[in-house]
């Protein structure tokens, strides 16, 4: 409540779950029946209810990354929480929906379709691609402008609402 009192500019908020695949979460009696994606979005969902009670217009990101990339089941998001998909291990070599890509397809579709369908009832879903990481592509970025073009008309017709792209390095492309 203090941050977004001291930070009223902002219209989304980020709070993402360390950057830890496969551990991390809790595994007490009680969480322990709750999945990555819904241990995440039950902290996520604690931390809307707050900036609601501030800041009814903002909205609270849950981050669909990693280990929280399937949808919770059992818990649904607050109507101020918007889905952030971040594929970050799919191919780039291929667009999302490249149906000759086995990484990408049927897995990513699927989840991030099934993800937009969990969060039909809160803040419009949001895109966070690694077009442009410097880390993944160890500072050479791949060309690409076909897999970005068809990925952004993807995620239009799969209901994203934005898409946004990690830059990291000190390389300017």
């Known amino acids: 409540r203090q ?21 991390g979460w809790c595994t007490c ?7 990555p994606s819904e241990q995440a979005l039950i902290a ?12 009814p217009e903002a909205q609270v990101s849950f981050l669909a990354y990693h280990d929280t990339e399937q949808p919770p089941h059992r818990v649904e998001p607050q109507p101020n929480v918007c889905l952030l998909w971040a594929p970050r291990m799919r191919c780039y070599a291929h667009a999302a929906d490249d ?9 990513y579709d699927h989840t991030f379709r ?34 970005i073009q068809r ?11 934005t898409v946004q792209a990690l830059l990291t390095g000190d390389h300017p492309w």
Not at 49 to 55: P, Q, R, S
Not at 151 to 159: E, P, T, V, W
């Open 3 to 23: 941050y977004f009192a001291t930070h009223p500019e902002a219209d989304v908020y980020h709070i993402w779950p360390d950057d830890l695949p496969d551990g």
């Open 29 to 35: 009696e009680q969480c322990s029946a709750y999945t």
């Open 44 to 55: 996520t969902n604690a931390v809307a209810e707050a900036l609601a009670a501030h800041n």
């Open 99 to 107: 149906v000759t890509c086995p990484v990408n397809m049927p897995y």
């Open 114 to 147: 099934a993800q937009v369908g969990h969060f039909a009832n809160a803040a419009p879903p949001r895109v966070f691609e690694y077009y442009l990481d410097a880390v993944l592509f160890k500072s050479v970025l791949p060309p690409m402008p076909g897999v």
């Open 151 to 161: 990925d952004l008309r993807y995620y239009r017709d799969a209901g994203a609402h």
